[in-house]
């Protein structure tokens, strides 16, 4: 997805004009979340140290006790919207 910035004149602000954020692996906000995947994901993950994906699109290694941390709000809404058909 590609989104653009722009520098408004005369401030050095930059002004996001995409309607998505630019979410990629590693990103500093979804550290904070406990993140939906796939339970069999997990399990193997755990064994072969292979990456997972979240609903969200989270890509990483789990390696902390997820129930410290408040839900990620976009599993949520994906997985909220998965459980309505």
């Known amino acids: 997805m590609s989104e653009s910035t722009e520098v408004l004149p005369d401030t050095g ?3 996001d004009t995409g309607t998505t954020p630019d ?3 590693g990103d500093g906000d979804h550290e904070r979340f406990a993140h939906y995947v796939e339970k069999d994901k997990i399990v193997d993950s755990a064994v072969t140290g292979t990456p997972v994906i979240a609903l969200c699109g989270k ?3 789990p390696s902390r006790d997820p129930k410290r941390f408040p839900v990620c709000p976009d599993c949520k809404r994906i ?3 998965l ?3």
């Open 23 to 25: 979410i990629r692996p």
């Open 13 to 15: 602000t930059r002004e």
């Open 79 to 81: 997985y909220e919207s």
């Open 83 to 85: 459980s309505e058909d």
């Open 59 to 61: 890509v990483w290694v």
